[in-house]
């Protein structure tokens, strides 16, 4: 299976696979950004991708960035559909408390390649019985 890439910018690094059995591509950031401590911003990879037709990309957070610096992809994962043409931006948030400068050629966030789906839609009057029902958000308890 094929991803197309396409620099937009001269900055621009084609992402990569780290290592053979990675997931995620890294991506890239073109600029050099201050995130503040509290804020968003969109950074830029300078690329756009033709991906192959039933698939989608999911951008999504670095493990490294949040752990040690609080610094995460806002919308996570952000979805790139099929059809989309334009530059892949990275929302990153900074939710720790010390400012974070974003460099030029810093990897910024992770691209995963991933099948879609696409289902019927039906509306119904009643859903099936499950042992669960409609029991969420911490209805399991919490495991010491």
Not at 74 to 98: C, F, M, Q, W
């Amino acid at each position: 299976m094929k991803l197309k890439i396409m620099k937009l910018n001269k900055l621009a690094i084609i992402p990569k696979y780290e290592h053979n059995d990675d997931s995620g591509l890294d991506l890239f950031s073109t600029e050099d950004v201050e995130l503040l401590p509290g804020t968003t911003q969109l950074i830029h990879t300078g690329i756009a991708i033709e991906l192959p037709q039933g698939t989608e990309a999911q951008v999504r957070p670095r493990s490294g960035l949040a752990l040690k610096y609080s610094i995460t992809v806002l919308n996570t994962p952000g979805t790139v559909d099929a059809g989309y043409r334009g530059e892949v931006g990275v929302i990153l948030i900074n939710h720790g408390k010390s400012s974070f400068q974003v460099l030029k050629g810093m990897k910024i966030a992770q691209m995963v390649i991933t099948p879609i789906i696409h289902v019927d839609v039906q509306e119904v009057e009643n859903l099936s019985e499950t042992t669960r029902g409609n029991s969420g958000f911490g209805s399991t308890g919490m495991t010491v």
